[in-house]
């Protein structure tokens, strides 16, 4: 008994005695391996770089063994919270499926009683507009002349007087065309003059070009209560252009002088749509524009 407690001491502080050795000269070890490397690294390069890739070589079977349970968590992972989301985009879509279940009996309802309305009403349609898209292929703007040239010309259809728009509102209107190319005045232009009428209280006026950037309204009554940001559309008179086409905005409203800031930026169309509305007046006679001008000046 004495004899085997003997030796499992024994093999215990050889054990302990061992350690103490290691963890001393482990450092030292490692310092000394690192040491050759960096210097077998210089001296042959060649060496440490076959080594370098047979050990990947050799590791990467075993990463990629490693790496394939992380990635099957990672898509069984992916896989749920996609499977979440779209329970989520079906409960969206399933309440929007029922609003617009909602909506279109409420436009069918609608649609139904304005056909009636209308033909007890003997309602006619205004048959549509004829329309030309064209674009931009010149600003001949100036100090004294502000027009655009478009790609399109009699071939095309274009005649004086057609109405110059963007999706925004009206631009201007066409006066010389060519075969294949036309000539739109602008608003701001000093021969343009466009009867309008100011949204909200009804005041009907001129828009007059005067080649600057803000057309000014003239003919105003004196009773007339402008204020600076109200809408202004076209009335209608004159035959030019139908009412209640969006020409531009009241910026300014000094001393009897009332300044419209066009509502299309005209330095930057690019693409221009010409619309026939049909109108007697909407021919313009170029040559009494012009004599008209030269009074002015």
């Known amino acids: ?11 215990y502080t050889t054990a302990v005695s061992w350690r103490v050795v290691v963890q001393r000269f482990s450092f030292a070890f490692l310092l000394s391996l690192s040491l050759g490397l960096l210097i077998v690294g210089q001296s042959k390069p060649v060496l440490i770089e076959t080594f370098r890739v047979r050990a990947i070589d050799g590791i ?3 990463l990629d063994v490693l790496s394939r349970p992380m990635a099957m968590v990672d898509s069984f992972s992916g896989r749920i919270h996609a499977y979440r989301g779209l329970l989520k985009e079906n409960a969206r879509l399933r309440t929007e499926n029922a609003n617009l279940m909602k909506w279109q009996n409420a436009v069918l309802t609608l649609d139904n009683e304005n056909k009636e309305l209308r033909s007890l009403l003997r309602y006619k349609v205004e048959p549509s507009l004829a329309y030309i898209s064209a674009r931009v ?4 703007g100036g100090v004294f002349v502000h027009s655009l040239v478009v790609t399109a010309g009699l071939l095309d259809g274009v005649r004086e ?3 110059a728009m963007t999706g925004d509102g009206l631009v201007g209107r066409i006066v010389e065309a060519g075969e294949w190319t036309s000539r739109v005045l602008l608003i701001t232009d000093l021969n343009s003059r466009i009867p309008v009428m100011v949204m909200g209280s009804g005041e009907h006026a001129i828009l007059a070009g005067n080649n600057s950037p803000r057309p000014k309204m003239l003919y105003l009554s004196q009773e007339a209560r402008v204020k600076v940001g109200e809408r202004v559309m076209t009335s209608g008179h004159g035959g030019v252009f139908p009412p209640h086409i969006p020409v531009g905005i009241v910026s300014s409203v000094e001393q009897g002088a009332i300044e419209v800031t066009p509502i299309t930026a005209l330095g930057r169309i690019n693409q221009i749509r010409l619309i026939d509305f049909d109108l007697a007046g909407g021919a313009v006679n170029l040559m009494a524009s012009e004599v008209k001008a030269s009074e002015n000046r």
């Open 137 to 140: 292929i010149a600003d001949t």
């Open 60 to 62: 990467a079977p075993v």
């Open 1 to 11: 008994m004495s004899s085997r407690t003997h030796r499992t001491g024994w093999v």
């Open 161 to 163: 007087g057609m109405a």
